[in-house]
């Protein structure tokens, strides 16, 4: 792996995507580093996807179709399971977000300068109506990710700081560990559920630098009811790895991790709830970010009517 250029394989798995998946596509297929393969799975899709992907008549290009609908989970595991021998690293990718063209190259050279190191990933700019956010902070920050259990407590109680559509990995590290991707919450928290297994078995790194850059402009599809599903789903994350972990996990950690859950998820509740809870969660918390919120809600709504 020294000598020459590994093979990377690019998992895409691809749902009704025919809106982004051209633009996904073209940041992939037009990357600095050219020793890679993209395997493309075609999850039980009803929609224009496979004409637009077939346009390309790229020979990196692996189409893989499935009938009916796997559901994420089991499409990427499918995915890497169809990957050849000879691949040693895996690219996540997704079908809506735009890669910067030296991605897998920064990636790479990472993966060849420390091969004590089993996950890399990087920053993402979230692109808005007015401006961009970057994502972690850690990161932006040019501070490094812990590593071992203080990495897998610090993402348990801080929830996933490492950009899951642009992790890569080592396959070796994948296989030799027994690692999968789950559907334990259907399609939420499949990835936050890998990257704290793999925090435990390998080291990850990341890279202070934008990799990939993320649609969230006000007219992206979003719907309220998922949001409540995808709380619901990290809520149950924490107490099931709590369950799962009660050494790495005591009671102060899941506490922590709660809280900082309550904060993330506070904004989809209504006026009447936001007061309630606001100082409900104020006072079992002793945190004055609750009631700091209620105002700025208020202050908001005020805005709005003058």
């Not at 051209?22 to 395997?39: R, V």
């Not at 009447?272 to 809870?277: E, G, S």
């Not at 945190?287 to 709504?301: A, C, G, N, P, Q």
Request: net charge positive; with cysteine.
């Amino acid at each position: 792996m020294e000598n020459e250029q590994p093979l990377v394989s690019i998992i895409l798995p691809v749902y009704n995507g025919e809106k982004t998946i051209k633009a996904t596509l073209d940041s992939l297929l037009n990357q600095t580093y050219e020793h890679f393969e993209l395997h493309i799975g075609i999850d039980g899709t009803n929609d224009a996807s496979k004409t637009i992907i077939e346009s390309f008549d790229d020979k990196r290009i692996v189409i893989h179709e499935n009938p009916t609908n796997l559901g994420l989970a089991k499409n990427v595991n499918k995915l890497i399971s169809l990957t050849p021998l000879n691949s040693d690293l895996i690219a996540m990718a997704e079908q809506d977000d735009f890669y910067v063209p030296e991605r897998l190259e920064w990636q790479v050279a990472i993966m060849r300068k420390y091969p004590n190191v089993g996950l890399v990933s990087g920053i993402t700019e979230f692109v808005g109506d007015n401006k961009s956010v970057f994502f972690p902070g850690i990161l932006v920050k040019g501070k490094a990710f812990p590593q071992g259990e203080e990495l897998f407590k610090y993402l348990y109680i801080n929830q996933l700081k490492v950009v899951n559509t642009c992790m890569m990995f080592r396959k070796s590290v994948h296989m030799d560990n027994n690692l999968s991707f789950k559907d334990t919450y259907g399609n939420f928290n499949v990835d936050w559920n890998y990257v704290l297994r793999f925090a435990l078995v390998s080291n990850i790194f990341g890279i202070p630098k934008v990799l990939v850059k993320m649609n969230r402009k006000s007219n992206r599809q979003s719907v309220t009811t998922n949001k409540r599903k995808q709380y619901q789903a990290s809520r149950q994350l924490l107490k099931d790895f709590k369950k799962e972990f009660p050494v790495l996990i005591p009671n102060k950690d899941y506490k922590a991790a709660l809280k900082a859950h309550r904060k993330i998820e506070f904004g989809i509740n209504g006026r009447l709830m936001v007061i309630l809870k606001g100082i409900y969660y104020s006072l079992i918390y002793l945190d004055m970010y609750f009631v700091k919120y209620i105002f700025l809600r208020i202050k908001t709504l005020i805005a709005q009517h003058s």
